[in-house]
């Protein structure tokens, strides 16, 4: 059974920085695409980072050079060092996943969500 658990979200200030981690179980990790997405009530999903089974990485536009993902293969660890941080950037994220090559923005499964709240 697929499990990814998000944690390390929390409120900071604009300008701070935190760092979510997503715990993966239940399926050959290094295997499979890593997806970080993010959507506040009311508003569409969006894309902020991925990382492929070869460590190449993609970002929104809207977090290039702010947002860092990486993976812990040996620790079926994912995880997203978030610098800089915006207001706009206040969400809760997900991390997902998806065998094989990314494909998009998309995936099979996902986690619960930690909220990230930034103040002006």
């Known amino acids: 059974q697929v499990q990814l658990v998000e944690s390390g979200g929390g409120s900071v200030q604009s300008g701070g920085s935190l760092r979510l981690s997503c715990a993966a179980s239940?399926?050959?990790?290094?295997?499979?695409?890593m997806v970080w997405l993010r959507q506040a009530p009311g508003k569409e999903r969006e894309g902020v980072t991925r990382i492929e089974t070869d460590g190449t990485t993609a970002y929104a536009t809207s977090v290039k050079g702010r947002f860092t993902i990486s993976r812990e293969n040996a620790k079926n660890m994912l995880y997203l060092q978030m610098n800089s941080l915006k207001p706009a950037d206040t969400n809760m994220y997900f991390c997902?996943?998806?065998?094989?090559?990314?494909w998009g923005w998309g995936f099979s499964y996902r986690g619960q969500g930690t909220q990230v709240t930034v103040s002006s």
């Open positions: 997902a996943t998806l065998r094989g090559r990314c």
């Open positions: 239940g399926f050959s990790f290094s295997d499979f695409c």
